[in-house]
């Protein structure tokens, strides 16, 4: 996506903001030139598909043109190879499935994933990451985005389980334990949820 340069031929045009892409594509309404902390800036009113009219202050908030959006139906090549956009939504990444270091480096890509959850907002946000779709529910419904995201927390705890029981194997239970103690609370109490307090 282009960064767009912002003046009042920007009035009509599609638009992304780069920081909230949950957003969805906006139109740009209005382009108010104005100062902001001493410097030259524009005010641009947005209607966004999704979270509706919005005014931002440019910079520090940026606008881009929409990127060609990613095709749900391609190839049975692509589809055999397990690279639909359906696949990539449920499944973990290569940052966090193939990380190079330690056991701890390891599990310390997956953790943060814990911090999801089924929320609306932020089951849309996970949506964008996971795919590159900036308007998730245009390609799925609400439900198909929350059994996918049961299947992707399947793989997630799998992965999880998996990494701790080699760090249990390697370095024995108190070194599981020692890892757990150290997360932050809402982070161990999901991972704990999880494990069931059986490692």
Not at 26 to 49: E, M, N, S, W, Y
Not at 140 to 162: G, M, P, V, Y
Request: net charge negative; charged share 25%; hydrophobic share 40%.
């Amino acid at each position: 996506m282009a960064e767009v340069e912002i003046n009042a031929a920007l009035v009509g045009t599609e638009v992304v903001s780069t920081t909230r892409p949950e957003w969805g594509t906006g139109r740009v309404l209005k382009v108010v030139p104005t100062q902001h902390q001493g410097q030259a800036a524009h005010r641009v009113q947005v209607h966004f598909d999704i979270s509706g009219t919005r005014w931002l202050m440019i910079p520090p908030a940026k606008l881009k043109s929409p990127q060609a959006e990613v095709e749900r139906e391609i190839g049975w090549l692509e589809s055999v190879g397990g690279m639909t956009v359906d696949d990539r939504l449920k499944t973990l990444s290569p940052e966090v499935t193939e990380v190079l270091g330690d056991m701890r480096k390891r599990l310390a890509a997956v953790v943060p994933l814990y911090a999801l959850s089924d929320d609306p907002k932020v089951l849309q946000r996970w949506a964008i990451d996971q795919t590159g779709v900036r308007d998730p529910l245009g390609h799925w419904t609400r439900d198909e985005l929350q059994i996918a995201f049961r299947h992707f927390c399947t793989e997630r705890d799998s992965h999880l389980k998996n990494l701790l029981a080699h760090l249990k194997m390697k370095e024995g239970p108190d070194a599981v334990r020692a890892f757990l103690e150290a997360l932050p609370g809402p982070l161990r109490a999901a991972i704990d949820d999880v494990l069931g307090r059986v490692i």
